[in-house]
């Protein structure tokens, strides 16, 4: 099956700096690569995904790239501020099946 | 866009006893719905998938005659812990497939945080 890698498990960020989380997975089947931010005690919600056939996605101050080469997908956030303390999960998917998830990132912006 | 709903989003109970987790689609209709656990400081586990009007497939490990579930309809699907102990307490989140958007749209309810004492 689908094993999913990320790091780091914890990064702490000055206000304003860049974040970035790397994930790998091993399944060169997976077609679908979403990152979702989860707050203490809520469920995930997705902030940015991509699909196999795109190398790179941006929205605002989140972006997200993919090697599917080196089957590896990145989240990047710039400006950071400190609402974007969270936890952050990649996962993978085979189109509609069942996600994958990464072990998670704890991000603290420090202002 | 897509909303899920999940209800209780906590609850304590008594060893021994059942409780009953709620997720429900808002907007849309879902054909399947995931459910997911997660403990402190861990990742989301998938524990059972379930389809609209058919039986759920569990993952290895999971115990299906302690943790049924229903998806009578293309809104609702229940997670029942039976007989539950101290070690079932944890976190669960359900997450339902918008068939609007094929095969991408997964939204994940906001989660039932389980203690069970």
């Known amino acids: 099956g689908e094993n999913v890698e990320q790091h780091p498990s914890t990064l702490s960020v000055q206000e304003g700096d860049s974040a970035v989380i790397k994930c790998t997975y091993s399944d060169s089947a997976s077609n679908y690569f979403p990152w979702y931010k989860q707050e203490l005690g809520k469920g995930p919600q997705l902030i940015i995904d991509?699909?196999?056939?795109?190398g790179e996605k941006k929205d605002q101050r989140i972006a997200v790239t993919l090697n599917k080469t080196a089957k590896h997908f990145s989240l990047h956030i710039t400006e950071t501020q400190p609402e974007d303390s969270a936890v952050y999960f990649c996962?993978?998917?085979?189109?509609?099946?069942?996600?994958?998830f990464g072990t998670g990132t704890s991000l603290t912006v420090i202002p | 866009g897509a909303v899920v709903s999940q209800h209780p989003s906590w609850v304590i109970c008594k060893s021994g006893t059942s409780v009953k987790i709620e997720c429900r689609s808002l907007?849309?209709?879902?054909?399947?719905m995931f459910w997911y656990r997660q403990f402190p400081k861990q990742s989301l586990m998938l524990m059972a998938t379930?389809?609209?009007?058919?039986?759920?497939?569990?993952e290895q490990g999971v115990e299906k005659d302690k943790f049924l579930i229903n998806h009578a309809s293309l809104t609702l699907s229940t997670l029942t812990v039976t007989s539950a102990h101290p070690e079932d307490s944890s976190f669960y989140i359900c997450?339902?497939?918008?068939?609007?958007?094929?095969?991408?749209?997964?939204?994940f309810g906001s989660g039932t945080r389980l203690t069970v004492v």
């Open positions: 996962a993978a998917s085979m189109g509609g099946n069942q996600f994958y």
């Open positions: 907007d849309f209709q879902a054909t399947t």
């Open positions: 997450s339902a497939r918008d068939r609007r958007s094929g095969d991408y749209g997964y939204t």
């Open positions: 379930s389809n609209e009007g058919s039986k759920a497939t569990y």
């Open positions: 991509i699909r196999s056939n795109v």
